[in-house]
């Protein structure tokens, strides 16, 4: 059975009951069915463990930042019993408490995150029907889908979900809706008796119903030949769950940073513990520095502002209508530097509108969005009212009458219209096209009432409906009899019944030539990738005994043709130039055919002009290589599979590029699992994307992605600042203690000052540089590349001369405060010149690139805020009596102040100026900052 599984399509279909032990006609008995049951198993999926919530929370323990945290944690703790046994001091109780609620923070949220982040399986599980209508035996009954087994009689209604993988044996105009699984927007009509290549493409199998799709029209019988995980979405389900969750690019990058933070902290601290120890300084005296200094050199609160930054990008996110599920993929959508895009519902309205008209020697173009009934008409590029062109509004009375969509019309609370078309989607455009011009369905059935109909069949691809003329008022030149049948379907079908075209008011013979322009402008239309339906109309004298297509579809009078698409969105062309201006390339992804793909892409201006077009077909006689070799010159991928979504996006990962891949069906789940970052479709999304995405937007906009690929870069670039700013702070602080360990002086902070000013200068002010807005040009930059660390190269010459500035400032104040007043007084200078010069350093420190006056000083009040406390703080410590010998400080008056001043604002100015130099010698177009 498992070699049948993807050729059930190429069998007949005494091939499949002859391969299941079944009959075509009584299905399996009770007995088969049974035995069945136990070699195949229940059809249902089969979800891989989860684990458990010790696993979950061990695992967030694994970062060596977190390990370094706890460790220190123990450390602040021991030293804080001895402090406190010697002066009463708690700081480093507090310390030693902040840096365990971090952790804890930490692992609370990362818990609750994968609590929520694998229920892909059980929206998978949602699409399976609850019971299924087989025959067994011989008879009809309803059993529970679990139960359903290959080789069952499954009987399929409209409106009834698939509940197996089906061989159909029977098609009564039976119409599948596959969109979810194909990406197709029209709903599929089905041909039992086809018999089909091995290697046709999933969305062209007109012979099978895949389970989770839905039977729009129609009826059929179909044997089941796959269930439960060997079903297409049983495959899907089993590649979600193949792939194990990549770490993102800002985790991998933060716990490489952490890694060489904490080496060198503890090198470095370790060297100043034995330098000290040479001079001969106490051992406890020490023991006591170093360790404080350690603590102090790894920002302990990174963990959690990378946290809190994340949430408040979420927040963001969700005003832009992207609700994101996992935090750190705010980030990685901000690096994303290709985007696959599915076609249907996403770059376009997954609503199918008519855009054209053609009869005689006029075409119309039709405006509007969807199945909105409002839009304008024109001609030749000029605005016109239909009632100028009757003949266009008898095709629009003739395409709305002989159909069985319905539009359906509410008004909600706030008295706004809504519509919602109720149907076939291709029904459904020209009943709206038709109300566009005013002419409403139920409006004209008052007059023209439906007597009798022959309706679509796939094999004569036409649809007629009778009506009957009521009055003389419904009478005019061009149906003057009592009953009227109007015939709509494939333009060369309806051409070949026809004998007559409508030219004006006049009828006229259809001769050779006339027959060759309406083909031609068939082609024409069709060229455009427009579903194109011809439409005509016969008077009826008196009413078939029996209406068939033998009585009533020939000796027709052909009216015009009515093209239609499922049109773009209207702001999806300015959004892919956005992306494109940031250095991000739009992929189509789509199940569609490669001509309705290259019409849509041109005209969103998605398809380069060497770009290609390649199908799924094309894409099976490449090999991984081969298309990695030519990935970078497609840019429309047309009739691919859920495993070619995922060869696209393998492709793009191996070419080095951050992929988002975007999408709404069940197809796209494997792909957007697997890609960087996968993203969602709110509305038309079934719950299996939403619940594999990383990211799910609330209006299906894919300006909404632009959007938040800015705001994703916003965060990345305000993570970037508060690291910068952290560690060219922490170092000069390591510095201050090395340098003047190595010169023999005395230790210029203690132990208690430098755990303070790290709840100081660590907290508040790093919080805020994350609620940056972020810089004008951040969407004119390329996407950094994935290998780039956080501490690039201009960050690690900003941070060395950051540091030398800070160091010098300080021990130079400290040494002056050691010439006026003894090591209190200095050690009070060194302490307040280190922390305001630090607070100042943080306005700096708002763009990598901008001068602060051009970003304006206070145009983050944060900042104001965070600044405005840390100083409070400062001033207690320095002037509050009480704790001024906690804090081992004296009080300073105007004239420390009168030297402390110039050398506060020295590394702030020296940074100004560090970042003027990077932009003169950046290359050209590199950034945009102006001095």
């Given at each position: ?171 009564v105009n039976l119409k599948v809706e596959e969109a979810s699984l194909t990406g197709e927007s029209v709903p599929t009509d089905k041909r039992a008796e086809k018999i089909l290549e091995p290697k046709v493409p999933l969305g062209d199998r007109r012979n099978m119903a895949y389970m989770g799709t839905t039977v729009t029209y129609g009826r059929g019988r179909g044997i089941a030949v796959e269930t ?40 470095i601290c370790g060297l100043v513990f034995l330098v000290g120890m040479l001079r001969g300084i106490e051992f406890i005296e020490m023991l006591l520095i170093a360790i404080s200094l350690a603590i102090a050199a790894v920002p302990e609160g990174l963990p959690a502002i990378v946290t809190i930054n994340l949430a408040i990008g979420m927040r963001e996110m969700i005003q832009r209508h992207a609700l ?373 937007l609330t209006d299906d906009n894919f300006v909404s992605i632009v959007s938040a690929v800015e705001q994703g870069r916003i965060i990345y670039s305000n993570i970037r600042k508060f690291v910068y700013y952290l560690l060219s702070c922490n170092l000069a602080e390591i510095m201050i203690i090395f340098i003047a360990t190595l010169l023999n002086w005395p230790i210029p902070l203690t132990a208690i ?179």
């Amino acid at each position: 059975m498992d070699k049948q599984t993807e050729t059930w399509h190429s069998q007949a279909i005494d091939q499949v009951t002859q391969a299941l032990n079944t009959d075509a006609q009584d299905g399996l008995s009770p007995e088969q069915a049974q035995k069945h049951l136990e070699r195949y198993g229940r059809n249902e999926l089969i979800e891989q463990p989860r684990p458990g919530f010790w696993q979950m929370l061990l695992a967030q323990f694994k970062s060596f930042v977190v390990i370094i945290l706890i460790v220190a944690a123990a450390i602040s703790f021991v030293i804080g019993l001895q402090e406190y046994s010697k002066s009463g001091a708690i700081t480093e109780f507090v310390e030693a408490g902040a840096i365990v609620a971090i952790v804890i923070l930490n692992a609370v949220i990362g818990v609750v995150q994968e609590s929520r982040a694998e229920e892909a399986l059980a929206a998978l599980k949602k699409m399976a029907a609850p019971d299924a209508h087989v025959i067994r035996g011989g008879h009809r009954t309803v059993v529970p889908a679990r139960e359903l087994v290959p080789g069952d009689m499954v009987m399929l209604e409209a409106g009834n979900y698939v509940p197996a993988d089906l061989r159909l044996v029977e098609s009564v105009n039976l119409k599948v809706e596959e969109a979810s699984l194909t990406g197709e927007s029209v709903p599929t009509d089905k041909r039992a008796e086809k018999i089909l290549e091995p290697k046709v493409p999933l969305g062209d199998r007109r012979n099978m119903a895949y389970m989770g799709t839905t039977v729009t029209y129609g009826r059929g019988r179909g044997i089941a030949v796959e269930t439960g995980m060997q079903t297409q979405i049983g495959q899907i389900a089993e590649m979600i769950q193949s792939y194990e969750d990549e770490p993102t690019p800002l985790q991998i990058k933060l716990d490489q940073l952490g890694r060489w933070l904490g080496w060198a902290s503890l090198s470095i601290c370790g060297l100043v513990f034995l330098v000290g120890m040479l001079r001969g300084i106490e051992f406890i005296e020490m023991l006591l520095i170093a360790i404080s200094l350690a603590i102090a050199a790894v920002p302990e609160g990174l963990p959690a502002i990378v946290t809190i930054n994340l949430a408040i990008g979420m927040r963001e996110m969700i005003q832009r209508h992207a609700l994101i599920r996992r935090l750190p993929a705010v980030e990685t959508l901000g690096s994303a530097s290709a985007i696959c895009s599915d076609k249907t519902g996403t770059l376009t309205q997954n609503e199918m509108m008519v855009t054209q008209l053609m009869y005689d020697q006029t075409k119309l173009e039709l405006s509007g969005e969807g199945y909105r009934p409002w839009g304008f008409f024109h001609h030749n590029g000029n605005a016109i009212k239909i009632a100028q062109f009757p003949q266009a509004g008898f095709l629009l009375r003739a395409a709305a009458l002989c159909n069985d969509a319905l539009l359906e019309v509410s008004q909600d609370e706030n008295e706004e219209m809504s519509h919602r078309m109720v149907g076939d989607p291709t029904e459904g455009a020209l009943v709206v096209a038709a109300a566009k011009a005013g002419f409403w369905r139920k409006e004209e059935e008052q007059q023209l009432p439906r007597v009798t109909e022959v309706p679509f069949d796939s094999a004569r691809k036409r649809m007629t409906t009778v009506h009957q003329v009521k009055d003389a008022a419904s009478q005019n030149s061009l149906f003057p009899s009592d009953y009227v049948a109007f015939v709509k379907g494939a333009p060369d079908v309806i051409l070949e019944l026809s004998t007559h075209v409508l030219d004006g008011d006049q009828l006229q013979p259809l001769d050779d030539t006339r027959r060759q322009d309406i083909i031609d402008k068939n082609k024409s239309m069709a060229a455009q990738a427009l579903r194109v339906l011809g439409v005509a109309y016969r008077p009826l004298d008196t009413l078939p005994d029996e209406p068939t297509p033998e009585t009533l579809e020939h000796d027709l009078v052909f009216i015009g043709l009515a093209g239609m698409i499922d049109p773009a969105r209207p702001e999806v062309a300015a959004a892919i130039e956005v992306a494109r201006h940031a250095g991000i390339r739009t992929r189509m992804v789509t199940g569609d055919y490669p001509d309705t793909a290259r019409a849509i892409a041109q005209e969103i201006g998605l398809l380069h002009n060497d770009g290609q077009v390649v199908t799924g077909a094309e894409l099976d006689t490449m090999d991984d290589p081969a298309l990695q070799e030519r990935i970078d010159h497609i840019d429309v991928f047309a009739r691919v599979s859920p495993k070619h979504k995922v060869r696209i996006v393998e492709a793009l990962k191996a070419r080095g590029q951050v992929v988002a891949m975007t999408g709404d069906g069940v197809n796209d789940a494997p792909a957007l699992k697997r890609a960087n970052i996968g993203v969602a479709m709110g509305i038309t999304g079934t719950d299996v994307s939403k619940e594999t995405a990383d990211m799910v937007l609330t209006d299906d906009n894919f300006v909404s992605i632009v959007s938040a690929v800015e705001q994703g870069r916003i965060i990345y670039s305000n993570i970037r600042k508060f690291v910068y700013y952290l560690l060219s702070c922490n170092l000069a602080e390591i510095m201050i203690i090395f340098i003047a360990t190595l010169l023999n002086w005395p230790i210029p902070l203690t132990a208690i000052q430098l755990l303070w000013l790290n709840l100081l200068t660590d907290g508040a002010p790093a919080l805020a540089l994350g609620l940056e807005k972020g810089d004008p040009d951040v969407m004119d930059r390329p996407p950094r590349p994935p290998q780039e660390p956080i501490i690039n190269r201009e960050m690690r010459l900003g941070m060395i001369i950051q540091t030398i500035f800070i160091t010098a400032a300080v021990l130079l104040a400290f040494r002056i405060g050691i010439t006026w007043g003894g090591l209190d007084l200095a050690e009070s200078m060194a302490f307040v010149t280190l922390s305001v010069s630090e607070l100042a350093r943080a306005y700096t420190a708002r763009s990598e690139h901008f001068a602060l006056w051009n970003i304006g000083v206070f145009s983050n009040r944060y900042m104001q805020y965070a600044v405005a406390a840390s100083l409070a703080l400062l001033a207690l410590v320095i002037y509050v009596p009480f704790l001024q010998p906690i804090f081992d400080t004296a009080p300073l008056g105007l004239r420390e102040w009168g030297v402390m001043l110039p050398l506060i604002f020295v590394p702030s100015i020296a940074a100004e100026a560090t970042k003027w130099y990077l932009r003169r010698t950046a290359p050209k177009g590199h950034v945009t900052a102006t001095t």
